[in-house]
Every structure is written in C-alpha cells, then in structure tokens.
C-alpha cells in the first residue's frame, strides 16, 4: 500500500525491502520490457534524447545511473560532444554491451548505483537518471550526492512514471506501476518539490511519449482489467507512440 507524504505529497510504501532484499529479489527478475521491440526501445529513448538537446549543450562529462545495454548512452555518444562517460550500471551481464557502445571513448562502468566516489565533485556536465529514481529507498539523499558530482551549469535528466497521469487515473489500483519495484511514485509537482529539497530547480519538464507494439498495449490493459491473457495477435508488429504515464525533467544545480 502507498500512502501519500503530508510534507512533499508523494507517494511512497511506509513498509518496504531493505537493500539486501532488493539485490536478492532483482536478481530474479525477468526483463520487464521483453515484450517490446528494440526498435521501439530506440525510439522511447531517442525522445529522451532529443528533450536533453533542446536544454542541454551536451558537451563535457556525461553520467548516466542504470543505463542497461546503453541505449540512450548511445544517443549521447553519436549525438552529443561529450568527453568522458561514467556509467553506473549493477548488471553486469550487459558490460559488453555497454562497453561497444562507448568503446571508442574515454569511459568508466561501475557495477554498483551507490558509490560515486571515482567522480571528482563540481566534475559532470550532465547526469542521466531515467526509470531509477522510483526505485530508490532515499531518494533525497541520492540526488545530493549526485547535485556535489555537478558542475554550476550541469544538467540532470530524469524520467519516472507520473501517478497522476490519465492511465493511473483510468486503472485506478490497478495501474502496472503501483508494485514491488516502486518504493515512491512522482508526479510533475513532487518532482519539483524533490528537486528543490535537493538543490536543483527545474528547467523544464514534459509527459513523454513511449513506444509500444500494439499487442503488448492490448495484453497489459486486458491484465490490469483481470483478464488473463497470455497470446495476443501480433498486429504485424506494429507500434505506436503514446504519452501514458511517463514523465520527463531537466534540472540544474541552484547555486554552487
């Protein structure tokens, strides 16, 4: 059960998994997004992308927390001007991956989301945190360590699910987000607030559009309605993009 903070207004389980019951429990976790295709991934991401583009100079040092096989890191490699990439990413089945997306770079993989301390503080341009932050036990905490890691000007990323979003409020208590793996939910204005009791001040903030095949969308909303249903017609793989429930933030460091 979530209940809703009387301070910051975000929702959050007051009874959760430590961080020992969280590695065990992860570790047997199937990826989440099997079902949607590389393609579309592509497309999600590049979106993500292009929002950083039109806020960011994407130069310097770039950081990115829980980037997987490096989809965006990718974006940023081939799109962006940026020197050195820090890439904090505790699966270490997918290193080889990330370690061709950024193999003719200056770069660094650390297998662990907690300790930055190999980053020299006042040091990164920019900071990539998509899908973490709802994760996080402390997430005040995090994002402090992290605003020392930037530089004045510096630029973070960030995209959570929005619980206030029109398919939370269509799926009600059913809504695929409300579960184990989300310690806090986030909507436009807590994110704000978060980011203020942080040290950062938002820059600019948007819903973002996912991509998804058609029959992934027709399965998931049959499940959060108590219709179990494992085959769907393909549709020819087609796949749509759609502004659910997915937020998007761009914030900098408020004085140094």
Same mark, same amino acid.
């Given at each position: $059960? %979530?209940?809703?903070?009387?301070?910051?207004?975000?929702? %959050?389980?007051?009874?959760?998994?430590?961080? +020992?019951?969280?590695? !065990? &429990?992860?570790?047997?976790?199937?990826?989440?997004? +099997?079902?949607?295709?590389?393609?579309?991934?592509?497309?999600?991401?590049?979106? %993500?992308?292009?929002?950083?583009?039109? $806020?960011?100079?994407? $130069?310097?040092?770039?950081?990115?927390?829980?980037?997987?096989?490096?989809?965006?890191?990718?974006? *940023?490699?081939?799109?962006?001007?940026?020197?050195?990439?820090?890439? %904090?990413?505790?699966?270490?089945?997918?290193?080889?991956? &990330? !370690?061709?997306?950024?193999?003719?770079?200056?770069?660094?993989?650390?297998?662990?989301?907690?300790?930055?301390?190999? /980053?020299?503080?006042?040091?990164?341009?920019?900071?990539?945190? @998509?899908?973490?932050?709802?994760?996080?036990?402390?997430?005040?905490?995090? &994002?402090?360590?992290?605003?020392?890691?930037?530089?004045?000007?510096?630029?973070?990323? @960030? #995209?959570?699910?929005?619980?206030?979003?029109?398919?939370?409020?269509?799926?009600?208590?059913?809504?695929?987000?409300?579960?184990?793996?989300?310690?806090?939910?986030?909507?436009? !204005?807590?994110?704000?607030?978060?980011?203020?009791?942080?040290?950062?001040?938002? #820059?600019?903030?948007?819903?973002? =559009?996912?991509?998804?095949?058609?029959?992934?969308?027709?399965?998931? /909303?049959?499940? *959060? &309605?108590?219709? !179990?249903?494992?085959?769907?017609?393909?549709?020819?793989?087609?796949?749509?993009?759609? =502004?659910?429930? $997915?937020?998007?933030?761009?914030?900098?460091?408020?004085?140094?």
């Amino acid at each position: $059960n %979530y209940n809703r903070c009387r301070n910051c207004g975000t929702l %959050y389980c007051p009874t959760f998994f430590n961080n +020992d019951h969280l590695a !065990k &429990l992860y570790n047997q976790m199937p990826a989440n997004m +099997d079902e949607v295709p590389l393609s579309a991934l592509k497309k999600t991401q590049g979106g %993500y992308f292009n929002f950083l583009r039109k $806020n960011s100079e994407l $130069n310097g040092n770039f950081m990115e927390i829980g980037p997987d096989i490096g989809l965006f890191t990718n974006f *940023a490699v081939n799109k962006g001007n940026y020197n050195k990439f820090f890439l %904090y990413e505790p699966n270490i089945s997918v290193k080889d991956d &990330l !370690k061709s997306v950024v193999r003719n770079k200056d770069f660094s993989i650390v297998h662990e989301m907690e300790d930055f301390s190999q /980053v020299e503080d006042n040091s990164i341009d920019t900071i990539v945190i @998509i899908h973490v932050m709802d994760h996080l036990l402390d997430p005040v905490a995090y &994002l402090k360590k992290l605003n020392k890691k930037m530089k004045r000007d510096g630029k973070l990323l @960030i #995209v959570t699910h929005n619980e206030k979003s029109l398919l939370r409020h269509i799926f009600q208590g059913k809504w695929p987000a409300f579960c184990l793996q989300h310690p806090q939910l986030y909507n436009l !204005k807590t994110t704000i607030s978060l980011l203020q009791e942080t040290g950062f001040k938002c #820059v600019n903030q948007s819903r973002t =559009k996912n991509y998804f095949k058609i029959s992934f969308l027709i399965k998931h /909303v049959l499940w *959060a &309605l108590g219709i !179990k249903i494992n085959k769907i017609p393909d549709f020819f793989g087609i796949t749509l993009g759609l =502004k659910l429930g $997915n937020i998007i933030t761009i914030a900098t460091p408020i004085e140094k």
